[in-house]
């Protein structure tokens, strides 16, 4: 990663170059063409204008060739750092599990790392280029007159420093307010739009719309005043440019028409040339707090370099009262599971229980507040993240069906799997069938219209026996289907040989009787635990939740069978 930021470095530094030697070639094509110009109302001999002429032509072509050179190495820097960002910021959401990251925050943050652009490129760029280009302006003129460097100079320092500072204060100071008001706004349209039905009922719906008018017209107000203070920074960034030619002009008289005009006409293109410094500080000020926002994520203390290697097959788990909370609500409590290798566990109970929490548990997804983790007798700390994903991994309740193909979203799991290993993937999964029944097979494109609920679930499902991790993590994966496939499935989870160790969630008891051992989770806790017959041949909560599957099945409450 330090490697790719440094190649982008360098693309940066090639760019900043880039942009100076385009706005040196434009003060060499204003200052040879005014002294052309000016040489010519004399009518020298031609060969006079030679030299001229041909640094004017020279100063024109590359101008333009510098400038495509530093947007091409400008923007080609800033999207290779926009990608070494966003993966350095997945890897950190990824470090943060578990802390209340949600849709709407990534979202925030992504768009966080889209003002890394506008600062590289609307800030960075344009302030390097017009110092460099200002600058020498500046050298030149004092060189050819010096008389006028300090004139220059003066008026360089109120548009390359007064202006810009101007300019970020007002943009602070605005930009803030705006977004406030847009905000006001956003919520008075969104309550129309969403309460409309509650707004009618109670006759509220025109002081609604009045309330949103107000904040229409607050932010209406607001965004006058911003242009106005845009537009009034532009216009005195003018006058200043003017006057500066013209004191400069009026230093420069004595040294003759032509030196004078070339001197003024390059004064007015350097005045112009740091009048940049105003735009690049409004986007300074706008774009930094999300800047910073994107380095607190980033410096999360990454995992340390050395891990152990894992061990191959299937893998032994323990937790040792493991905790967790969110906020003040407890959902797992001091729980602990042992599950060797290769067996065959069970979870359930009612929702709400923390059966899915102790998977995310068991997977590193969600930290402990208390308690450990092992995996094959050694915490999952002690491994690198990326190995701990590989190896316990499986189906998780809001696992994502992507819009690809059926053969692409499998593929995922495994990318080099071959095509027998794929089709036992589906047959264990029972999605054989359905594949074959599917318009294009493999090649399917997977849509609501496609696949129903219950075909996604069992295409997840084939993803996640693809991927053979030594802990497969399962949770409710026969949601959406029919009782008598549920069942079946289970059975087969249950009973099918080889595979790693099994954490299996499930809300079906029939085919439990298979388990090696099963969980009753309320409450964070574990309430029961033990084999099928066991557990059901005594009053509590699994055999109240196995009576309550078969009076809805309508089955006689013998559990034994």
């Not at 966080?112 to 302030?127: F, G, K, S």
């Not at 970020?168 to 739009?193: F, H, K, T």
């Not at 607190?296 to 894992?310: F, I, K």
Request: net charge neutral; charged share 20%.
């Amino acid at each position: 990663m330090k490697g790719r930021f440094s190649g982008c470095a360098w693309r940066l530094l090639g760019a900043v170059l880039a942009g100076a030697l385009a706005r040196w070639c434009g003060l060499g094509l204003t200052a040879a063409a005014a002294w052309m110009i000016a040489r010519a109302a004399e009518q020298p001999p031609l060969v006079a204008l030679g030299l001229a002429i041909v640094a004017v032509r020279g100063c024109a072509v590359f101008k333009g060739v510098f400038r495509y050179a530093e947007q091409l190495a400008g923007h080609d820097a800033a999207l290779r750092i926009l990608a070494a960002v966003r993966v350095r910021l997945f890897d950190a959401l990824g470090r943060e599990r578990g802390h209340g990251r949600d849709a709407s925050a990534l979202n925030g943050m992504l768009s966080d790392v889209d003002h890394v652009q506008d600062l590289l490129l609307r800030a960075l760029l344009p302030a390097s280029g017009a110092l460099l280009g200002g600058g020498a302006g500046l050298v030149l003129v004092a060189v050819v007159r010096p008389g006028a460097g300090p004139v220059l100079a003066a008026g360089l320092l109120v548009a390359g420093v007064l202006q810009p500072c101007a300019a970020a204060l007002a943009a602070r100071r605005l930009g803030a307010a705006v977004a406030v008001r847009r905000d006001e706004l956003a919520a008075a349209g969104l309550d129309l739009l969403e309460g409309a039905d509650e707004l009618a009922v109670h006759g509220a719906t025109d002081g609604a719309r009045e309330a949103a008018g107000r904040a229409a017209s607050r932010l209406a107000k607001l965004e006058r005043r911003a242009a106005l203070v845009s537009g009034t920074v532009t216009a005195v960034g003018f006058i200043v440019q003017v006057a500066t030619a013209a004191a400069v002009l009026l230093s420069a008289r004595e040294a003759g028409t032509v030196t004078a005009a070339m001197l003024a006409l390059t004064s007015l293109v350097a005045v112009d040339l740091v009048l940049e410094l105003g735009g690049a500080a409004q986007q300074a000020v706008t774009s930094w707090p999300a800047v910073r926002r994107i380095a607190a994520l980033l410096r999360t203390p990454e995992p340390a370099g050395s891990s152990d290697p894992l061990p191959p097959g299937p893998l032994r788990v323990d937790l040792l009262g493991a905790s967790v909370r969110y906020g003040a609500r407890t959902v797992l409590a001091e729980v602990d599971l042992q599950v060797d290798r290769g067996r065959r566990v069970a979870v359930v109970g009612p929702s709400g229980a923390g059966k899915s929490t102790l998977l995310a548990a068991i997977s590193g997804a969600v930290p402990l507040d208390r308690g450990s983790v092992l995996l094959a007798g050694s915490p999952l700390s002690s491994y690198a993240p990326d190995d701990v994903r590989r190896a316990v991994c499986g189906l998780a309740q809001d696992a994502h069906v992507f819009a690809a193909t059926v053969r692409a979203n499998l593929l995922l799991a495994r990318p080099d799997a071959t095509d027998a290993e794929l089709e036992e993937s589906v047959r264990k999964a029972r999605f054989a069938d359905d594949l074959a029944a599917l318009p294009l097979g493999w090649e399917t494109p997977v849509t609501p219209e496609t696949l129903s609920g219950g075909q996604r679930r069992r295409l997840l499902l084939a993803r996640a026996f693809l991927a053979d991790p030594a802990v497969l993590l399962l949770d409710e994966p026969t949601e959406g289907l029919d009782t008598a496939t549920a069942d079946a499935l289970t059975r087969d989870l249950l009973t099918s040989p080889g595979g790693g160790t099994l954490v299996l969630v499930t809300h079906r008891l029939a085919a439990l009787r298979h388990a090696d051992e099963i969980l009753v989770m309320d409450g964070g806790r574990v309430v029961q635990r033990g084999p099928h017959r066991a557990l059901a041949s005594v009053p509590g909560p699994y055999r109240d939740l196995l009576d309550t599957e078969l009076l809805h099945a309508g089955a006689p409450l013998d559990p034994a069978k």
